[in-house]
């Protein structure tokens, strides 16, 4: 596991980008963390790393939202309305972790047992005892 430390969300901005410049096609990367905590600063910071300039949207109600002007495309996703693995399979999930994109997933722990086994999982967490910015970003 690595561990990153943000001090603020232009921090957590940069990370999201730098772990993008090395995604490949296929990749699929899990973002853990509560409300709040800078999973969709984090998504767009990893857009601009996919060489992606459309604005970057929380895709809450959408549940995925496309992306495909970049070096690869981006298939961001929101599991927090989610009720079972089945709703994801039924949108076609397998078809978006087997296509040619990368797929980011909020809330991924909520279907954590349809997802592929070498799934990029990514824990976003506060620490307030450092200060009101800083998030720790666990990779693993």
Do not use: Q
């Amino acid at each position: 596991m690595k561990v990153i430390e943000s001090f603020k969300e232009k921090d957590t901005y940069s990370i999201g980008k730098s772990i993008a410049e090395s995604a490949k096609s296929g990749d699929v990367y899990c973002l853990k963390g509560d409300l709040g905590v800078g999973k969709t600063v984090f998504t767009k910071g990893f857009a601009e790393g996919l060489g992606i300039k459309e604005e970057v949207t929380s895709p809450t109600f959408t549940i995925v939202n496309e992306y495909t002007e970049g070096r690869i495309a981006l298939y961001h996703f929101d599991c927090y309305r989610i009720s079972s693995s089945d709703e994801m399979i039924e949108i076609g999930l397998d078809e978006y972790i087997s296509g040619s994109g990368v797929c980011l997933m909020e809330w991924a722990e909520n279907i954590e047992d349809i997802l592929p086994e070498d799934a990029i999982w990514i824990t976003i967490e506060k620490d307030y005892s450092k200060s009101d910015d800083y998030r720790r970003i666990s990779i693993k």
